[in-house]
């Protein structure tokens, strides 16, 4: 096929693809379309097949534009349509006996559009309207006939009835599962982000207490010398115990209700060793590894470091099925870094109820840290965070 002919036909086949569109998102002018091209094909036929027809064109044409132009309405009220419908039909066949075999069409059309468009109890009434509108048109001698014709049409139209509802509930729960999905992903969020600060105030609550002991202290020790200085304690003391309370007051409106003050250790990675023996009592084969010199962390990228490494790890026991896990905890003069990998087939991407991933890019992005986390090309996860040791928490 030359590049002309691929040509022509990609645009054929969008300007198609436009149209059915147009004609989906306007059913309708689609309805309107088909009622027009009916009333042609139907007038038509009337007018040049005479030679078989014995009635006037004063009966056969009304009863064609009663046949087709109702079916631009087909969707709106299709009751209505298929009661004109079948009425005009069977008037015509008392009337003048012989009718248009193209009249059929319509008349099939308008059973289809009540089955499928109606509600129940309007679908079996016009299902039974074009029964024994069918039954009239060839006589109660061949009932079967109109049964099977008619019924057919019937029949495919609650079939597609049922298809179209199956659609719209199976969209409509996947539009809710979205939502929910969504909401789970913003308290998930929430909730992290509630236990970063009441573990910031841990660490920084800590640190502040101990600036106030020694400011009172050495406040103490200068006796009346230097007032100056006494005052600059005194300040430095007062302001100490005032942020003290305040962290205490914010604390107590993120705890949830009923929950108490923490007594445990604060979490570091000097626990490390206990977290990788804690995961092989459970049976998990695990392999940590230490690079560099440990040293004292600041506080707050303590905590966050052994949180990721932690939540990382509670994702592979959960997720990743029989694997192996290789961590690396790397102390350097500018950061720390934390690597959890493992060998397993399952997803570790912790998209579930926790906190997962979004949890712990919060807490890396906390301390103006990156994380990567992705699938590893010979199989397994592999989650790596790091974290500046120089950067103030945002």
């Known amino acids: 096929m030359s590049i002309v002919a691929r040509w022509v036909t990609f645009l054929v086949m969008t300007r198609a693809q436009a149209v059915v569109r147009s004609f989906r998102?306007?059913?309708?002018?689609?309805?309107a379309a088909l009622a027009f091209g009916l009333t042609a094909l139907v007038l038509s036929d009337v007018l040049t097949s005479g030679a078989y027809l014995s009635g006037s064109n004063w009966v056969y044409v009304p009863v064609a534009l009663l046949m087709t132009v109702p079916l631009g309405w087909r969707r709106r009220d299709p009751l209505v349509v298929v009661v004109l419908v079948m009425g005009a039909f069977v008037a015509q066949s008392l009337i003048l006996g012989p009718t248009p075999d193209v009249e059929l069409i319509p008349a099939l059309i308008a059973v289809y559009s009540v089955a499928a468009h109606g509600e129940r109890w309007i679908a079996f009434a016009g299902g039974a309207v074009g029964l024994v509108g069918g039954v009239i048109w060839l006589g109660i001698g061949d009932f079967l006939l109109p049964v099977v014709i008619f019924g057919g049409a019937w029949l495919a139209g609650r079939l597609v009835q049922k298809r179209q509802l199956f659609a719209q509930a199976f969209a409509e729960r996947a539009r809710v599962l979205e939502r929910e999905r969504d909401a789970n992903a913003r308290l998930a969020a929430a909730e992290e982000r509630v236990r970063i600060a009441r573990e910031l105030h841990d660490a920084v609550g800590h640190s502040v207490s101990v600036m106030v002991v020694q400011a009172g202290a050495e406040r103490l020790a200068l006796g009346e010398e230097r007032p100056a200085t006494r005052d600059a304690l005194l300040?430095?003391?007062?302001?100490?115990?005032?942020?003290?309370?305040?962290?205490?007051?914010?604390?107590?409106i993120l705890r949830k209700e009923g929950e108490g003050l923490a007594l445990a250790p604060r979490p570091s990675l000097d626990q490390v060793d206990a977290l990788v023996e804690t995961l092989r009592d459970a049976g998990v084969p695990v392999e940590l590894e230490i690079e560099g010199a440990r040293t004292a962390l600041p506080p707050g990228v303590d905590v966050s470091a052994y949180r990721i490494l932690q939540e990382a790890l509670t994702n592979v026991v959960k997720h990743a099925g029989p694997a192996r896990v290789?961590?690396?905890?790397?102390?350097?003069?500018?950061?720390?870094?934390?690597?959890?990998?493992?060998?397993g087939e399952g997803s570790v991407e912790g998209d579930g109820p926790g906190y997962g991933l979004a949890g712990m890019r919060e807490r890396a992005e906390l301390h103006g840290g990156t994380l990567e986390a992705g699938r590893r090309n010979g199989g397994g996860f592999t989650v790596k965070a790091r974290l500046p040791l120089n950067t103030v928490a945002r």
């Open 25 to 31: 998102d306007h059913p309708f002018a689609s309805d």
């Open 235 to 252: 300040a430095i003391e007062r302001t100490g115990r005032e942020a003290l309370a305040e962290m205490s007051r914010l604390l107590g």
């Open 326 to 343: 290789h961590i690396v905890v790397g102390y350097g003069a500018a950061a720390v870094e934390v690597e959890v990998t493992d060998d």
